[in-house]
C-alpha cells in the first residue's frame, strides 16, 4: 500500500532542544510539503520541495529547517529558535508539485513543549 | 490577513439532512478550490475540486459549488450520514505555478442520528 508515513505520532521537546519529524513516502511523487495546523487556524505551509536537493520558504519557516536528500524523504526539524512550537505538524506529497495536483497526506506528529 | 475563511467552527445536521459548508476567499485570482475532510489523529483527505471555469461539481452525494463574483465556495453533502463526521477544510490555489494551496480555518460538522 502506497502512502505517506509521520512519525513519532507524539513528540514532547524541552525549552532548547532541536527535533526533528520524519516524513517518508513510497508514493514515487516528486513534491513534498510540511504543514503546520493550530487550533481554530487552517493548515500553513512551512517548506515546500519540488524536487531532490531542492526546497523553498513556505508562508511560516522561521524557526524550522529542512533536508531533501532522497526522493523519498523529507525531515523537518523544529529549531530551538521557533519559540511557540506547540502544534500539530502534517507532512503532505503530491506527484510533481503542480498547481492542480492532490495532496496526500501523512497521519500527523502532535508536537508539545514540557 | 486570512485569504481564506470558514466562518462557521461547527456545523451540526441531522442524518439523512443537506450538510452545507461555506468558505469565502479574498484573492480574485485563485482559480482552483479543494475541499479535504479530517477525521480526529489523522491527515486530511481529498474529497473533490472545482476550476473556476466550473460553477458545479458532483461527486455522489458531494457536490461542490463556486460562486466566482461573490468569491464564495460551497459544499453541500446530502443526504448526511454519521460517517461524514469530521472537520472539513476548504483550500484555494494557482492551477499554474507551484502548489501553494492556501487553507481554510475548518468547519466541524456533526450527523446526528
Known amino acids: 500500500d502506497g502512502g505517506i508515513t509521520q512519525s513519532p505520532k507524539y513528540l514532547f521537546r524541552k525549552e532548547g532542544q532541536n527535533v526533528t519529524l520524519s516524513c517518508e513516502q513510497n508514493?514515487?511523487?516528486?513534491?513534498m510539503y510540511w504543514y503546520r495546523q493550530d487550533p481554530g487556524q487552517g493548515l500553513r505551509l512551512i517548506y515546500y520541495?519540488?524536487?531532490?536537493?531542492?526546497?523553498q520558504k513556505g508562508d511560516i519557516a522561521e524557526g524550522y529547517s529542512v533536508s531533501r536528500e532522497k526522493k523519498e524523504s523529507f525531515p523537518l526539524t523544529v529549531t530551538s529558535a521557533q519559540k511557540n512550537p506547540t502544534a500539530f505538524y502534517l507532512c503532505?506529497?503530491?506527484?510533481?508539485?503542480?498547481?492542480?495536483?492532490?495532496?496526500?497526506f501523512g497521519s500527523g506528529t502532535q508536537l508539545s513543549v514540557l | 490577513d486570512q485569504q481564506v475563511k470558514q466562518n462557521s467552527p461547527s456545523l451540526s445536521v441531522q442524518e439523512g439532512r443537506i450538510s452545507i459548508l461555506n468558505c469565502d476567499y479574498t484573492?480574485?485570482?485563485?482559480?482552483?478550490f479543494l475541499w479535504y475532510k479530517k477525521y480526529p489523529a489523522e491527515g486530511p483527505t481529498f474529497l473533490i475540486s472545482i476550476s473556476s471555469i466550473k460553477d458545479k461539481n458532483e461527486d455522489g452525494r458531494f457536490t461542490v459549488f463556486l460562486n466566482k463574483s461573490a468569491k464564495h465556495l460551497s459544499l453541500h453533502i446530502v443526504p448526511s450520514q454519521p460517517g461524514d463526521s469530521a472537520v472539513y477544510f476548504c483550500a484555494t490555489g494557482l492551477i499554474q505555478g507551484a502548489q501553494k494551496l492556501v487553507f481554510g480555518q475548518g468547519t466541524r460538522l456533526t450527523i446526528n442520528p
Open positions: 503532505a506529497s503530491s506527484k510533481q508539485g503542480l498547481g492542480n495536483e492532490k495532496l496526500f
Open positions: 520541495s519540488q524536487i531532490v536537493n531542492d526546497f
Open positions: 508514493l514515487n511523487h516528486d513534491a
Open positions: 484573492n480574485s485570482m485563485f482559480d482552483y
